[in-house]
């Protein structure tokens, strides 16, 4: 059972200053509990500390009433009582360790950051409007403005200006995209996930697969014209001119966050596809 501050004062000779540290000390131990689901293990941790630290008391007490020799007893006792207590210390950092990272990698990570900060500069979603391959350079990035104000998600339709992710012949999707939005750092889904560190945006690290603005799956194949750089891919349906059966464009998959924005695939220009839509950091 772990002591609480009541029980602890019925030890013997327990002053009040050994109580607090015995409890100061296992602090972290206890609030560990609650995450863990394992009051027991805590406990004896909890035990341990208060154990060590009243004979600690004891021995202290002892050497202050005889002389020199006892108090290099005394010394030695409280010497003996730290190691156990650093022991506990590193074991409750280990705890709150294994905590953290299984919270991470149980899920998708999301928007709050280390020191309570935040991740999320830029918002990103798929659009359900579907463009064929003359639309997207032509009505791309209005549909993105305009799916982010219906969304009814502050976090979407409160940013100010939205960039469709797409290159053409002549200018890569990043270029496009800084033009539009600026800088991108680091970027989340509209329901706080996080997709893509700082820095890790054109790359093939994204975190999570990208959603539509309402959080809903997406089911098609996504118009980039890109590499996962955000560079002109080889085919871009004549740089988005073409309804053509024989022209291509590069397409990315949503659902799959090392090929986001290449696939290793075309897909013929006389079909429809969503494209990427990514916000200003205001």
């Known amino acids: ?90 074991v409750t950092a280990s705890t709150a360790t294994a905590v953290t990272g299984n919270a991470a990698s149980s899920g998708t990570a999301t928007s709050a950051g280390v020191g309570g900060g935040t991740m999320c500069d830029n918002y990103v979603f798929v659009t359900k409007a579907m463009l064929g391959g003359n639309q997207v350079a032509a009505g791309a990035d209005a549909a993105c403005a305009t799916e982010a104000k219906q ?30 939005v600026g800088v991108v750092g680091g970027v989340c889904r509209p329901d706080g996930a996080l997709v893509a560190a700082a820095g890790a945006w054109w790359t093939t690290t994204h975190l999570a697969k990208i959603a539509h603005a309402d959080g809903s799956s997406v089911a098609f194949n996504v118009w980039t014209g890109s590499d996962n750089a955000g560079q002109p891919s080889a085919t871009t349906c004549q740089s988005w001119t073409s309804i053509d059966s024989l022209d291509t464009a590069e397409i990315g998959q949503a659902g799959i966050p090392k090929q986001w924005a290449d696939s290793l695939a075309a897909q013929f220009c006389d079909q429809s596809s969503p494209v990427y839509c990514i916000s200003s950091a205001k």
């Open 151 to 180: 969304s009814g998600n502050p976090l979407v339709s409160g940013k100010t200006s939205w960039a469709a992710v797409y290159s053409t012949s002549a200018v890569a999707a990043a270029k496009h995209v800084a033009d539009k």
């Open 1 to 90: 059972m772990i002591p609480f501050p009541g029980q602890e004062a019925r030890h013997a000779g327990v002053t009040p200053t050994v109580t607090a540290r015995s409890i100061g000390r296992a602090g972290a131990a206890l609030a560990a509990c609650a995450w863990l689901g394992a009051c027991e293990v805590v406990a004896g941790i909890h035990d341990r500390v208060l154990r060590d630290d009243l004979a600690a008391a004891s021995a202290a007490s002892q050497a202050s009433g005889t002389g020199s020799s006892a108090a290099g007893t005394g010394g030695a006792s409280a010497s003996g009582s730290a190691s156990p207590s650093a022991a506990t210390a590193g």
